[in-house]
């Protein structure tokens, strides 16, 4: 099937019992065992079936079958925050002594995870640009196990071409490639046809599109699903609870439409901020003066809804700017049909020095934008309305010292 039929009908279970249009929710914890040696060979794992929930649950197990599915992966493996996917997939492959790379632009508990907490238990890293692939291959050492990789990568949009760095893992077949593909939804890109090894969603995102879950999901090989799935989820319990999956699911069907529509009302907006007087810079892939540009259209099938832009006059501007949007709402997520507005420096990538950040061009007067499906007229409107605070109070000023004189 195509793509906007997947979304709505792959793997879809039926319920032959009551012929419901929707699959049920099954909201439980523990499941009742035939009998006794049939207990034992299911707890053993030596039969398949459902035990507890911790360990697996049909709801949940229909999501995974849906993103496995739209992934082109062997399986899929949900959790209760994409920060739960993403700790579980890449403690999996990584130990003591181990070393690990990732890219400079990421999202921020992402990297505090990778920065704070792995090295305490012996996980070493390098931290790269990782657009630059020799960049990426001079970073390798001889224990280095993962390379990871956001893309579109969180604020600023940069883009790794996938299949480059993956190239780099046929010299080094130690090496596993982790993708955060959060921007894109599974409807926009697939990492594992450009050669990842595990892709993570934080699912609270486009996933779910309605804001109205936290959520997580890996998928890849069976083998290093199953590896996920046990000890490691199964062990630190950051599993995806069923009510969780089926609102995804619920959402999910929608993917299709509010992919396409996230990605049309984005390119308006950013063209219309990249017009704009008050303006530095905008980071959208779908303009062609962004660096990713052109690996955005080789391996993505559209731009996407997220963009960051540069204000002048720094920290005050963005300040007017999200204190005055009226549509925007002021929050700190993403993929929903609302549109949603942030600053980055001081709130998603709070973790990071100034001078880190500036190194990645997350400046003060930035501001990212989730574009959501409203009508796009009413959103740029609203940014002008916005932005013209911030004009009337750059202009007044010296005028009002001057009343004052
Ligand atoms: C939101 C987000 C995460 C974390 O997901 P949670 O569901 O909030 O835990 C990870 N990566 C990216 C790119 C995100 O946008």
């Known amino acids: 099937m195509k793509l906007n039929t997947d979304v709505i009908h792959a793997k879809q279970k039926l319920d032959p019992e009551t012929g419901s249009h929707v699959s049920p929710l099954y909201q439980t914890s523990t499941y009742i065992l ?35 599915h739209l992934e082109k992966a062997e399986a899929a493996l949900g959790a209760g925050s994409g920060l739960g996917a993403i700790s579980t997939a890449v403690m999996s492959l990584v ?29 070493d890293y390098t931290i790269v640009d990782t657009t630059d692939a020799d960049a990426v291959r001079r970073a390798i050492q001889p224990n280095t196990t993962v390379i990871y990789v956001e893309t579109p990568a969180n604020p600023v949009l940069k883009i790794t071409d996938i299949e480059s760095i993956a190239k780099i893992k046929e010299d080094h077949p130690k090496i596993r490639l982790v993708v955060d593909s959060t921007f894109a939804s599974p409807y926009l890109q697939n990492p594992l046809t450009h050669g990842a090894d595990l892709v993570v969603h934080s699912a609270t995102k486009y996933l779910n599109g309605h804001g109205t879950v936290t959520a997580g999901v890996i998928a890849g090989s069976k083998k290093l699903i199953d590896r996920c799935r046990m000890p490691f989820m199964q062990c630190f319990g950051a599993v995806l609870d069923p009510f969780a999956a089926w609102t995804i699911m619920q959402g999910m069907k929608t993917l299709g439409v509010r992919m396409e529509r996230h990605c049309e009302n984005a390119m308006k907006v950013a063209n219309y901020l990249n017009g704009h007087p008050m303006v530095e810079k905008v980071y959208y892939p779908g303009l062609k003066s962004h660096p990713g540009h052109e690996i955005a259209k080789k391996q993505m099938r559209g731009f996407g809804g997220m963009m960051s832009f540069n204000i002048k006059g720094g920290m005050d501007s963005a300040r007017t700017v999200l204190n005055n949007v009226k549509l925007f709402s002021l929050a700190t997520s993403l993929g929903n049909v609302d549109s949603l507005a942030q600053h980055s420096p001081s ?59």
């Open 347 to 405: 709130m998603s990538h709070f973790d990071m020095t100034q001078e880190e950040r500036e190194a990645v061009e997350i400046y003060d007067g930035q501001v990212r934008l989730s574009v959501g499906i409203e009508d796009v007229e009413d959103l740029i409107e609203d940014l002008e309305q916005a932005l013209a605070k911030v004009k009337t109070k750059v202009v007044v000023e010296p005028e009002l010292q001057f009343a004052r004189v």
């Open 34 to 68: 035939p009998n006794f040696d049939e207990a034992v060979r299911l707890n053993q794992n030596i039969d398949q079936g459902f035990v507890y929930s911790r360990f697996g649950n049909p709801t949940v197990d229909e999501f995974e079958k849906k993103v496995a």
């Open 95 to 123: 130990k003591a002594g181990d070393h690990m790379i990732f890219g400079d632009v990421i999202y921020g508990c992402s990297f505090a995870l990778f920065t704070k907490i792995l090295p305490d238990f012996g996980v």
